[in-house]
């Protein structure tokens, strides 16, 4: 399994930016899809974006589209999501999470997860 470590959440203004990062470790980074999902209180976690190895194919939830982009570096290990324009709605616990397959918008395809870290956007 890889191990999965989220950095940048925090408290920002609607409007404003932030860019999450995940560092990965324990095996080769580019043989895995990566995804990011949220979660709110009381509801379940939502897929946000997915990036495969090379990251020539990527996909978004409609909600973030043109807001948020996904990207990975696999000579740093690393994954990103650069989120602009957010709205009170984004606000969650966001989890970087690697999965086998090549990629994947399901929760259940994921088997590795990092610990999270939250973004609270105000109004």
């Known amino acids: 399994q890889v191990q999965l470590v989220e950095s940048g959440g925090g408290l920002v203004q609607a409007g404003g930016s932030l860019m999450l990062s995940c560092a990965a470790s324990?095996?080769?980074?580019?043989?895995?899809?990566l995804g990011w999902f949220r979660q709110a209180p009381g509801k379940e976690r939502e897929f946000v974006a997915t990036?495969?190895?090379?990251?020539?194919?990527?996909h978004y939830t409609d909600s973030v589209k043109g807001r948020f982009t996904i990207s990975r570096d696999n000579a740093k290990n690393a994954a990103y999501l650069q989120m602009n324009s957010l709205k009170p709605e984004d606000t969650a616990v966001y989890y970087c999470?690697?999965?086998?397959?090549?990629?994947?918008?399901?929760?259940?395809?994921?088997?590795?997860w990092g610990q999270g870290t939250q973004v609270t956007v105000s109004s």
């Open positions: 999470a690697a999965t086998r397959r090549t990629i994947s918008t399901i929760t259940g395809d994921y088997n590795s």
């Open positions: 324990g095996r080769p980074f580019v043989t895995v899809g």
């Open positions: 990036i495969n190895w090379s990251g020539s194919i990527t």
